[in-house]
């Protein structure tokens, strides 16, 4: 049984870049699946599963990066963090907004 595969590319457009908030967020949502989830980011690839590093990435406004994923569900994890980057993760948050709990609604308690 041969595993899955998948790519997808993405921009970073939120001013403030890939720092904690959203680092939390994608590895919350990676975390959800059996698959190896990394980001690409000029060669360096990190595991899309840790927070430290995601943020570790430095992936400011503007930086491209390749969200890459190989196990069984690989597909739909590339496609939940497409939307997750899509619909969340380039923009800014605005006071009360809920989106960041609707987001995570789901995700582990516990990112370790």
Known sequence: MSEESARADVVVSNPHGLHLRPAYLLAGVAEKFHSKVELIKDGERVDAKSILSIAGLGA???TKLQI???GADA???VNALLDLFEKELNREPK???S???EALRGA???LD
Do not use: F, L, V, Y
Request: charged share 35%; glycine share 12%.
């Open 68 to 70: 890459a994923a190989k």
């Open 75 to 77: 597909q739909a994890a």
């Open 95 to 97: 006071e009360g907004d």
């Open 99 to 101: 989106s960041t709990e």
């Open 60 to 62: 400011e406004c503007g």
């Open 108 to 110: 582990p308690e516990s």
